[in-house]
């Protein structure tokens, strides 16, 4: 394989993934395994002494939540930014189907979670937990089936699972806000204005993006709306440089310089220490009565069955109107399998539920479980699905015949 020259590095983080995404994915499944492990030995109670150290102001699980989950959110939103200016997402006819199956991918297991508890407005809190799509994870288990998945498939899920995070951002702002204290709201907003008006004046060092953005994360954290929000204005106000031809030129562009610099401490660093401080669950005494919980069951439902029939359902939709084609080499099954992965929650989910239920630690403790169950149905039959589907459409005419 031939070197990259000077001028142009390895592609952006998100297409280099398609790559080689086991690496973070699989770090990631070992960090939750080993949650799990130590929940359930005789470490447990060394465990949630150690998330539970207070170090300076806050805790340690509130510095991985709060505060390094702040930088894992300016990565998102340093991808949503290119994928929609420079990407996947750069044109309406390429947001249109993952745009559409991730808005059916989020109602639909929303609606699915609520009929389980419209009847406890304490549980109804969690209603956004299943809405959520762990790409590191998905994409994990494709690179596992390796050629078996054709490549468009992956930019699908990817381009899917970045909307689904804009989502999850925009829900988390509006849904799951402390209440507010209006002198630091106002304070955190002046502050994205400056971040603005660097940008407005084509400043391009990022160091006064990121000593703003710092700031702009303390004022917000003290607002009441969370913290994590404060990485994703703060990505939107770092500026891009796009080259025709070249979209993933590195030199001169402070978002691409930035998203490569956060890209392996996050993928394998950041994700799994929240992995490794959010999935413990302790499982002894599960019992039947336990996973039937309302709780519980509308979360892994929600994952398993809500995100398979709202992003199969919505993109089946769409290619039968003949709005999108199925995409290029992939047969309908295959875009079942990959709608499974969807219902992969896992890193998201888990924020969510944190959000949700953190002062009721049984809910919490539900809301995981529900988690890891979905989320490893959902793998485990998303990769069954295609490891045994077809590799090849017969035909390009069925790309909108019915499924």
């Excluded at 896992?346 to 009721?360: I, P, R, Y």
Aim: charged share 15%; net charge neutral; with cysteine.
């Amino acid at each position: 394989m031939s070197r990259p020259t000077p001028l142009h590095r390895p592609v952006s983080p998100l297409r280099a993934f398609l790559d080689n995404e086991a690496s973070g994915g699989l770090v990631l499944m070992g960090a939750a395994a080993l949650a799990l492990l130590v929940a359930n030995s005789p470490l447990a109670d060394l465990y949630e002494h150690a998330l539970h150290a207070k170090l300076g102001p806050l805790s340690v699980e509130h510095w991985i939540n709060d505060g390094l989950m702040a930088l894992f959110f300016l990565l998102v939103g340093l991808e949503i930014k290119r994928e929609m200016l420079d990407g996947q997402l750069s044109t309406w006819p390429r947001r249109v189907l993952p745009g559409i199956a991730a808005a059916g991918g989020m109602l639909v297991p929303a609606l699915i979670f609520a009929a389980f508890n419209a009847g406890s407005a304490a549980t109804l809190r969690g209603w956004a937990i299943p809405t959520a799509t762990d790409i590191a994870f998905a994409l994990g288990v494709l690179s596992l089936l390796g050629p078996r998945v054709p490549a468009s498939l992956k930019v699908f899920l990817a381009a899917l699972a970045i909307i689904d995070d804009l989502g999850a951002v925009v829900i988390i702002a509006l849904f799951y806000t402390a209440e507010i204290s209006v002198p630091d709201l106002g304070a955190a907003a002046v502050l994205f204005g400056l971040l603005v008006g660097l940008n407005r004046l084509g400043v391009r060092r990022l160091w006064p993006y990121l000593l703003l953005g710092a700031v702009l994360w303390f004022f917000t954290l003290r607002s009441g709306v969370h913290a994590t929000v404060a990485g994703v204005l703060t990505a939107l106000a770092v500026p891009i440089r796009t080259t025709p031809g070249a979209p993933d030129r590195v030199e001169g562009s402070p978002l691409h310089e930035l998203e490569h610099a956060l890209h392996l401490p996050v993928a394998f660093l950041i994700v799994p220490l929240f992995g490794l401080a959010n999935a413990g669950v302790y499982l002894g005494g599960l019992t039947a009565d336990k996973l039937a919980e309302p709780l519980t069951l509308g979360i892994a439902l929600g994952l398993l069955l809500g995100k398979l029939g709202g992003v199969f359902g919505s993109a089946a939709l769409l290619i039968r109107l003949g709005l999108a084609d199925l995409p290029a080499g992939a047969s309908w099954l295959q875009l079942l399998g990959v709608s499974l992965l969807c219902g992969i929650g896992f890193t998201m989910s888990l924020f969510v539920a944190t959000l949700s239920f953190e002062e009721v630690p049984r809910l919490l403790g539900e809301a995981k479980l529900g988690i890891l169950l979905g989320s490893l149905a959902a793998g485990l039959l998303g990769a069954l699905v295609l490891r045994f589907a077809p590799r090849e459409r017969q035909a390009a005419s069925r790309s909108r015949s019915s499924p």
